[in-house]
């Protein structure tokens, strides 16, 4: 069993809204952070927001008025909702574990391809 | 935001030969209470999602090939891959979390000479 597994819907039309979700198979769910991250075509990485098992959130500042996480610890999961999507946000999306304390990203889920389209 | 720069873009190295790759940030990712610096690579092979290879710019994850070795202070970082094999073709990535957001370098592609 991958220790992230994401799921949702990969096809969206401009102004819709996206819907991801991952469950966590690895490690106790309230000893880390929880990150989504995205990589748009030939493009890098960028970093979406995270939150913790208490659902304390932090977001990027660049995308925060559209994004929300949230977390359900009875199913050790959480979940990303990105609000009036655009081409802009065609990506690969990723949920990954992070440290506490420390930012880097391991393990990561498989990612979630994801199209805006009209 | 910091800005991670790496270079170069691309390089292609024989094999068993070294790959050097470097990353600078726009500002110092040390912090200086605990004299470490924020700083990881990440290994993205085609069609996978990306591998974190070093943490503290120089502590191997477990299970990373010793022939991975990362180095650097403050601004500038190399990521060191010795005796390069067939396996480490790859995209390679750096990462800052010294700063929020946390922030990645474009990507160097590693190929086969």
């Known amino acids: 069993q991958e220790p992230l597994q994401q799921w949702g819907a990969g096809l969206l039309k401009p102004s819709e809204t996206l819907s991801l979700y991952c469950a966590v198979y690895?490690?106790?769910?309230?000893?880390?952070?929880w990150s989504w991250i995205r990589q748009a075509p030939g493009k890098g990485l960028e970093w979406i927001g995270e939150?913790?098992?208490?659902?304390?959130?932090t977001y990027n500042p660049s995308l925060k008025s559209r994004v929300t996480i949230s977390v359900d610890t009875s199913k050790n999961q959480f979940s990303l909702i990105l609000t009036s999507v655009s081409a802009a946000d065609t990506a690969v999306y990723y949920c990954?574990?992070?440290?506490?304390?420390?930012?880097?990203?391991?393990?990561w889920g498989h990612g979630v391809r994801v199209t805006v389209s009209s | 935001d910091i800005a991670m720069t790496q270079s170069p873009d691309s390089l292609a190295v024989s094999l068993g030969e070294r790959a050097t790759i470097n990353c600078k940030s726009s500002?110092?990712?040390?912090?200086?209470?605990?004299?470490?610096?924020?700083l990881a690579w990440y290994q993205q092979k085609a069609g996978q999602p990306p591998k974190l290879l070093i943490y503290?710019?120089?502590t191997r994850e477990s299970g990373v090939p010793d022939r991975f070795s990362g180095s650097g202070s403050e601004t500038d970082f190399t990521l060191t891959i010795t005796s390069l094999q067939a396996e480490d073709v790859a995209v390679y990535y750096c990462?800052?979390?010294?700063?929020?957001?946390?922030?990645f370098g474009q990507g160097t592609k590693v190929e086969i000479k």
């Open positions: 990954a574990r992070q440290q506490l304390l420390s930012r880097w990203f391991h393990p």
């Open positions: 990462q800052q979390y010294y700063g929020t957001p946390p922030t």
């Open positions: 500002q110092t990712i040390l912090y200086s209470s605990n004299n470490k610096n924020y």
């Open positions: 503290w710019a120089s």
């Open positions: 690895v490690g106790s769910f309230s000893d880390y952070y």
């Open positions: 939150i913790n098992h208490s659902g304390t959130a």
